[in-house]
């Protein structure tokens, strides 16, 4: 054994000697030398290395290292942050010095901008910038939901979280169209334009938002919501970095309602039962066995076992946190020839189900997993003097494990649907399923279903210097081809289910329950397999670009073309972008900036002669802190901006090529003595040559200041959007023309609004703190949208701000895809609970003829019960109709968000926190939050409904009751009904306002001295959280404020707790 | 200098670029193939336009519950819809006809008529420059291209008569109008009755005529596969019934078409077609052969009567159950009136009560009861009893046995077909019969049949020309021969021409009216007819009477529902959204 492992470790050792051998062979000693600032002050803790050998030394407080094993005419690499590197071929006579540029000048950095990349104190437009090293701080599994605490004037709506599946819009600068699938920003890539929503954070050098239109106008009829554009990382030449992180954390169930337990159900009930004028459902015997077993926590052991429950079935469907698991390793250097860089992402993203549920069927489990590799590299090559090229790649695999119910059924019927008084089990041991809901451990094991997403990403970049015809010009040409396609394998099952009679009080004996099947077992099915979703995109751009410094005067301007080819399933024929871009950038005396673009834009869903746009912007700016009169060392930086574009939005989901008339099939007609149907044909809408894009008219202007090296920072934007070219139903088309119109492009919306950053920083020493904030405000007004005027002012869409009416179903109920929507609503407005019976009006006439009474809702057909809502008659007719909604509400996406970021460092030791709020903002809450009639089930916010202690209308528990009178089967029509819409109220519609600790992060590096030991240039293990932490003061309690009813129908809502490691070397 | 001339070159250089690349990348930009169609494709593919051709028939109004479950004739003395709720009883029967629930007939039929317009004009002018299908010969493609123009011509005259019923002249729409043309510009005003009657509507019909497919053995309608398309005949019986129309009080003045040029219309179609249509009897008793009548289809059963009907294809229990009694599943939708089982004669052609108005009614005293006749026999507690055999045919009343499975009809309070508490029971006492295939019922509601809705029926044609011969002549023998054929064919004994009553044109002019009546009650006929003889403030204002049956049978009369008919109610508001657009004038009374 011995002696195996003795050669084990010889073998080892040899070839280890072996590697190192060029090196060994050759004549070498210990470099020692110093490392001074340009102003020769020494720089400690800067790296010391030969160039491509992993060797490394650090310099101490006086500069001076010492490096062995090197020879004379070695490239000797020094690296410090907060200096430039440089690289000094080393010098074995003790002389050895290097000298250090100090990067103290932040802002002469690079910062990227549409197909190119400005120093950041050139930029002239409205942009956020944040990095992809801050974006990991977050645990987040999708992106953009760190985008709202880290980029200022993003915001996000979490629309679904369902592992694999989870989908957030986003929206830069707020609303800006009534038309909801036209409000998607572009995202950009790389300068092209892709998917963002699977991107991992470690591949993101920077994400930079384009808020204003003369950034996005390049963009052409791409570009009128604002476009993420992401860049990745790329190698620098130099040493070989490696970065390895590992991050172990779960996710936990937050703010998520439950129903009531079984004894508190059975009085509501009851109570529920006696407020609709019915008898009691459940005897005081029962109801005293119902609290004995829930507040005594009595265990029954006679036949009462069998026949009283108390089941959590949230208990029997969930678990409180699901595991999370990533992994990611990049690996970047290279020469000035070749440059690489690569990164390997693994995430694993465990479901919320409950295992023993999920477990049910033996030898397969059926909870959410998600396992998701990303790998990118990319590569750039020096092929000579005068050519580049870059080869970049990137891959997805997503394999997607989840139960063939779908979340909407788990949550919905196995779970907030199901009586707390019913067993799982029935007394024999098999499955119980009744008849109100299901069990969710049948619904969860029942069957299979994997989904394996493949995407590639693959961009291939030539550029030629054509410094030979004149100095400065260059051409580019960049291809790229990226597919996503999804495979679905499903396969079903079923299990043995029965129902008992568990509430017949007649039984005395297990053996007198009678059994009734509810379902019965199916072995798992093979497998169907489907290509469920084919999407690939090509694009080109090529041009010349021309770049050249004038002493005073600097020019970078840029002409190419770009086509964008997208297809996308179910489509026959893709969908086609052709344009002829030109950008120009001028600075004088490195103090005033000229930025121009244009792009001519054509895409073929419009007819010929109207398919061409023009787009263009203009933006100036002025750096006073570069004016003599004005240049000081504490003005690090001040900067006037000013924009003025014009960006189109063709992503108008009005389907293909509306400028032509659509046929369907349509009714036929039954002809001949065999009565033989003929197909009928017909003209389904006639084309509108005029349907075309959106665009976006705005106006931006902004003041960026930096005071002694950011001790006082910030930036101040202000804007003004005139949406024009929002699709309507024009009202002018008479029914004479016999046939629907497409709808035009023709209506307008002003948005308004602006961005203020304030930010502070210090070091003293070893102690540094730093404190920033960010807030949003944008709001909007539609101008026209071609409506017949209504009855009453308040009723006009055209004067308020852009709302979509949505109903609950939409908002909660329906699928992401489908949706987009904001909510905004017209409400009835609630005065108070009708409290007393005498003044309660029998009749409709009786409401009109005695204006001394309570003005009452239509829908109750005068009479109204005792604690239903009264609401304010606004048009003075006696009468609530529609013509007394208000327009006063928000949507759900806040017109106010602000973020608060602190954080501060001492030695190795980090730690900082985001809040973030959300203002003026509204949500529905579905009647079904406190009392659900479909099962008669309530959450505890039940007690806050109007008589569910009493219905004494003068008992102040009533007075100031949040909901109104629950009725059997639902709530009374006058005040909650869905299908009528008299739910459309301000009992339902709350404000969302709230405030929400997003980010908490504190970690540890180790000193650099004790890792350079081990060759290694930094060790920070870290503790990080996301979404820890929400209070909104108008909601109930323990609901999720983003989205109210996600208990209900949906994935619920998640916080993340990750601890992490990374190690650099 | 130097620095000016690179900027111009790279300046040029860019033009270059942008403009030589439009061109280079302008195939781009063109479309790949597409599963939408354009125009151009569908009218150069003569399958889809035959298929966009035939869609037009489906544009044929269909009677049957047209208006939110209720029939147009339940907004005539002829019925009542029994839901409470449903289409006209809350609607034009009370004088509200913006309400939703008259939608259907208001603003649906407005644009409809319109869209299908919008087909005839589009097939007018493109079918010619449709290319020719590979299996059709070039004889068959000459011909179906001509019968397709034809019919197209036809429909137009159709769907513009529709709405000429409705709304009056509107403004005529001959091509397929371009959205982003000047939509209104020439559209804003009304034609006059003569324009758009007289000279347009009736040379549409007469081109149609011309072109439309012939009525003869080689294109029999009855068994070949042509059946349901519009033929010769159907163009020449709309013409007859227009002029008619054109002739009648309300429209003479203004149409100056006289009851001789309406008697020529008439002739025409009995002289050309006369041969091909007859009386249609087939059955073993009264109330089967006139049940026959409307249930008989001319392709299945050669019905040799219908002449222009809606094919309604198959029809099976979910599409009668709305008109059928309370007592048999159904929901009763809709009720004959009293008034209209007033209007029946006796079997023996004695008319049961003494006097009638020149709506065809019986004179109803202050109470809402008819002076009785009693030579006839006529008694109010069996007023069922030895009746024109179209009022069994047409109305279930108290008593009568109807299908076998259910028990006769009993509409006394808490019996079977008026039940307490059930919104659906009749308010009249009274159920359909007419157009309701009893074997459905007799089927435990499975099953179907084919049923049809007649729009014209050889009796008219027979009706129309007794009307209008006693307009120019008074009442002779030929018009007494011409109602006879229709009463005898019924059932009903005896003749017209020994009624002692019918002696005076006036005299006789209302009892046509009334003939006209039973004949064609529930055929959407009564309330055009009202507004033509100018008698719709009487038919259409008085009360709707029924009856309540007491538990010992007696019958007492009541008044179902209380009417409104306001003078501007002769033609519909034209759609208010409508009047916003285009700025036509609206009908008179209804600017609001």
């Not at chain 1, 103290?104 to 956020?128: I, M, N, Q, R």
């Not at chain 1, 090509?538 to 190419?560: I, S, T």
């Not at chain 1, 009714?667 to 197909?679: L, N, P, W």
């Not at chain 1, 709530?971 to 969302?992: A, E, H, L, P």
Request: charged fraction near 20%.
């Amino acid at each position: 054994m011995n002696t195996i492992a003795n050669k084990i470790f010889k073998a080892v050792v040899a070839f280890g000697l072996a590697l190192c051998a060029g090196t060994a062979l050759a004549q070498t000693q210990n470099l020692v030398g110093r490392v001074v600032d340009s102003n020769g002050n020494p720089v400690s803790g800067a790296v010391v290395n030969i160039a491509e050998k992993s060797q490394i030394a650090l310099t101490n407080e006086d500069g001076s290292f010492t490096l062995p094993k090197v020879k004379t005419g070695d490239q000797i690499q020094v690296m410090c942050e907060g200096y430039f590197s440089t690289e000094v071929p080393a010098a074995l006579d003790g002389s050895f010095v290097a000298v250090l540029d100090i990067d103290d000048d932040l802002y002469v950095h690079e910062t990227a901008v549409p197909f190119g990349y400005t120093k950041k104190k050139y930029v002239t437009g409205a942009t956020s910038v944040v990095t992809g090293d801050e974006l990991a701080r977050h645990p987040v599994s999708i992106l953009q939901n760190a985008f709202t605490a880290t980029l200022n004037g993003v915001e996000t709506y979490e629309w679904s979280s369902e592992p694999g599946w989870s989908e957030t819009a986003m929206f830069i600068r707020g609303i800006h169209t009534i038309n909801r699938y036209a409000r998607a920003p572009l995202v950009i890539i790389d300068d092209v334009e892709r998917d963002l929503s699977f991107l991992d954070a470690f591949p993101i050098e920077s994400i930079t938002v384009l808020k204003d239109a003369a950034s996005t106008s390049i963009y052409g009829m791409r570009g009128a919501n604002g476009v993420i554009m992401v860049k990745t990382k790329r190698g620098v030449p130099g040493r070989t970095n490696v970065s390895f992180t590992q991050e172990v954390g779960f996710q936990h169930m937050m703010d998520h309602m439950e129903t009531q337990n079984s004894w508190n159900t059975v009085l509501t009930r009851n109570q529920v039962k006696y407020l609709s004028g019915q008898s009691p459902m459940y005897t005081d015997e029962q109801i005293e066995m119902y609290r004995r077993l829930v507040v005594d926590k009595e265990e029954f052991t006679d036949i009462n076992k069998y026949k009283y429950f108390n089941t959590s079935w949230f208990d029997e469907l969930y678990r409180e946190n699901a595991p999370l698991i990533r992994t990611n390793l990049q690996v970047s250097g290279g020469s000035d020839r070749t440059r690489y860089y690569v990164s390997f992402s693994y995430l694993k993203q465990g479901g919320v189900w409950n295992n023993d549920s999920a477990n049910y069927n033996e030898g397969y489990n059926t909870n959410h997993n998600l396992n998701r590799f990303n790998l990118r590299t990319n590569i750039d090559i020096k092929v000579n003097d005068f050519l580049t090229a870059t080869l970049d790649l990137g891959g997805r695999v997503d394999d997607i494990r989840q139960c063939q119910t779908s979340v909407f059924n788990l949550v919905t019927f196995g779970a907030v649907e199901v009586l707390p008084m019913t067993p799982v089990w029935c007394p024999d041991g098999s499955m119980y399923d009744g008849t109100v809901g299901d069990n969710p451990k049948r619904l969860i094991s029942r069957g299979l279903e994997k989904n394996r997403r493949r995407n590639l990403y693959t961009t291939v970049t030539l550029k030629g210097d054509l410094s030979a015809i004149t100095p400065g010009l260059s051409a580019f040409g960049t291809i790229s081809f990226d597919s996503y396609l999804t495979f679905q394998r499903r396969q079903t099952n079923n299990q043995d289910s029965f129902y008992y009679d568990y509430d017949n009080a007649n039984v005395t004996d297990v053996s007198q329950f009678t059994y009734r099947r509810a379902s019965t077992y199916s072995a798992l099915s093979n497998p169907s397999a489907n290509l469920r979703d084919y999407n690939f995109n090509l694009n080109f751009n090529a041009g010349l670009g021309y770049q050249r410094d004038f002493g005073e005067h600097y020019v970078d301007a840029k002409a190419y073309v770009r086509t964008y080819k997208q297809e996308v399933t179910g489509s026959v024929s893709s969908y086609r972008f052709l344009s002829l871009n030109a950008q120009a950038n001028y600075i004088y005396g490195g103090k005033y900036i000229l930025n121009a673009n244009f792009s001519r834009m054509a895409h073929d869903n419009y007819a010929v002669a109207q398919r061409w746009g023009n787009f263009w912007g203009v933006s100036a700016g002025w750096l006073l802190s570069e004016e003599p009169w004005l240049k000081s060392d504490k003005l690090d930086l001040l900067k006037l901006r000013l924009s003025y574009g014009k960006a189109g939005q063709s992503s108008t989901n009005s389907g293909r090529y509306q400028f032509q008339s659509t046929y369907a099939t349509g009714t036929g007609y039954a002809f001949g003595y065999s009565q033989s149907t003929i197909s009928g044909y017909l003209e389904q809408r006639a084309g509108n040559p005029l349907n075309i894009w959106e665009t976006s008219s705005m106006f931006n202007g902004g003041l960026d200041w930096d005071i002694d090296n950011r001790a006082f920072y910030g930036s101040i934007d202000a804007f003004h959007d005139l949406r024009g070219g929002m699709l309507v139903a024009r009202s002018t088309i008479p029914g004479l023309i016999g046939v629907s119109v497409a709808n035009e492009s023709y209506g307008k919306a002003v948005t308004f609004g602006g961005e203020l950053v304030l930010g502070h920083q210090k070091q003293f020493g070893d102690f540094g703190y730093n404190i920033e904030t960010q807030w949003t405000f944008n709001r909007n007004k539609i101008v026209d949208i071609d409506e017949t005027e209504p009855d009453y002012e308040w009723l006009s869409k055209a004067g308020h701000s852009i709302r979509d009416y949505s109903d609950v179903a939409a908002i909660y109920e329906s699928g992401y895809s489908s949706n987009y929507q904001l909510g905004g609503w017209n409400v009835y407005k609630f005065v108070q609970w009708a409290s007393d019976e005498s003044k309660i009006a029998t009749s409709q006439q009786d409401a009109i003829d005695h204006p001394e009474k309570y003005p009452y809702n239509t829908a109750s057909a005068g009479h109204q019960p005792l604690g239903t809502a009264v609401f304010q008659d606004l048009n003075g007719d006696r009468q609530i109709d529609s013509n007394d909604m208000a327009p006063d509400t928000f949507t759900m996406i806040p017109e106010i968000v602000g973020n608060l970021n602190v954080g501060f460092n001492w030695k190795g030791f980090d730690a900082r926190a985001i809040f973030t709020a959300y203002l003026n903002r509204s949500v529905f809450l579905s009647p079904a939050l406190p009392f659900s009639g479909w099962s008669n089930l309530a959450t505890h916010e039940v007690v806050y409904a109007w008589g569910y202690y009493n219905d004494n209308p003068a008992d102040e528990r009533n007075i100031n009751a949040k909901y109104p009178r629950p009725a059997w089967g639902s709530f009374q029509d006058v005040d909650s009904n869905r299908s009528t819409g008299t739910y459309f109220n301000d009992v339902w519609i709350k404000s969302g306002n709230y405030f929400s600790l997003r980010n908490v992060e504190v970690g540890y590096s180790l000193p650099k001295r004790l890792v350079a030991k081990l060759n290694m240039t930094g060790v920070r293990v870290y503790a990080n959280a996301y979404n820890i932490k929400n209070w909104a003061p108008q909601l109930p309690a323990d609901c999720d404020p983003e989205k109210p009813m996600s208990y209900c129908w949906w994935y619920p809502k998640l916080s993340s707790f990750n601890f992490g490691i990374n190690i650099t070397f | 200098m130097k620095k000016i001339l690179i900027y111009a070159l790279v300046a040029l250089g860019m033009t270059f670029t942008l403009s030589s690349c439009e061109g280079l990348f302008g195939n781009f930009l063109d479309k790949e193939p597409s599963n939408q169609l354009t125009e151009e494709q569908v009218f150069s593919n003569w399958a889809l336009v035959e298929y966009y051709h035939f869609n037009t028939y489906s544009f044929i109004p269909n009677g049957f519950g047209r208006i939110r479950n209720s029939w147009l004739d339940s907004a005539t003395d002829l019925g009542e819809n029994s839901s409470a709720t449903g289409g006209t009883r809350q609607s034009f029967n009370l004088g509200n006809y913006y309400a939703t629930a008259g939608s259907a007939e208001l603003t649906e039929v407005w644009d409809n008529a319109f869209e299908a317009i919008r087909k005839c004009n589009t097939i007018l002018a493109r079918i010619d420059n449709v290319p020719k299908a590979a299996d059709l010969t070039e004889a068959q493609y000459e011909q179906y291209k001509g019968w397709y123009k034809a019919e197209a011509h036809y429909f137009r005259a159709f769907f513009y008569w529709q709405m000429f019923l409705r709304y009056g002249p509107v403004p005529i729409i001959k091509d397929a109008l371009d959205p982003e043309g000047e939509l209104i510009s020439g559209y804003t005003t009304r034609p006059s009755v003569k324009e758009f009657v007289v000279n347009f509507i009736i040379p549409e019909l007469e081109t149609a005529e011309a072109g439309l497919m012939p009525f003869n053995s080689s294109y029999e309608r009855r068994q070949s596969t042509y059946t349901s398309r519009i033929t010769k005949p159907m163009a020449s019986a709309l013409k007859s019934r227009i002029m008619l129309y054109m002739a009648s009080p309300r429209y003479s003045a203004d149409s100056g078409v006289t009851w001789e040029q309406a008697l020529t219309a008439t002739n025409d179609f009995i002289t050309k077609y006369g041969a091909n249509y007859s009386l249609f009897s087939r059955g073993t008793t009264n109330v089967d052969k006139l049940m026959n009548v409307w249930l008989f289809t001319p392709y299945e059963n050669s019905n040799t009567e219908t002449i222009i009907y809606r094919n309604g294809g198959s029809s099976s229990w979910g599409s009668i159950s709305n008109d059928v009694p309370v007592g048999d599943g159904g929901s009763g939708g809709m009720c004959p009136s009293q008034n209209l089982v007033d209007m029946f004669d006796m079997i023996d052609g004695s008319s049961p009560f003494t006097e009638y108005d020149e709506t065809g009614a019986p004179v109803y005293d202050g109470k809402g009861n008819p002076t009785i006749n009693a030579a006839s026999g006529y008694t109010e507690q069996n007023m069922w009893k030895n009746r024109d055999p179209r009022f069994a045919a047409a109305v279930l009343y108290q008593g009568v046995q109807w299908g076998n499975n259910v028990g006769p009809i009993d509409v006394r309070e808490g019996m079977k077909d008026n039940p307490a508490g059930n919104a659906d029971a009749t308010p009249t006492g009274y159920y359909l019969r007419k157009y309701i295939p009893e074997t459905i019922i007799n089927n435990n509601h499975v099953g179907s049949v084919r049923r049809i809705f007649a729009i014209m029926r050889y009796a008219e044609i027979l009706l129309n020309k007794a009307e209008i011969l006693n307009e120019i002549e008074g009442p002779t023998a030929e018009v007494c021969d011409l109602l006879d054929q229709v009463r005898h064919r019924a059932g009903i004994t005896g003749n017209v021409a020994d009624r002692a009553d019918l002696k005076t044109k006036d005299a006789m002019r209302n009892f046509i009216r009334k003939e006209r009546t039973v004949e064609f009650c529930f055929e959407e006929q009564r309330i055009w007819d009202v507004k033509r003889w100018n008698v719709a403030e009487e038919a259409l204002g008085r009360p709707i009477y029924g009856i309540d049956v007491a538990q010992d049978g007696t019958i007492t009369r009541k008044i179902a529902q209380t009417r409104v008919f306001e003078p501007k109610m002769y033609l519909y508001p034209i759609p208010q959204s409508e009047v916003w657009k285009t700025n036509i004038a609206n009908n008179p009374g209804w600017n609001n």
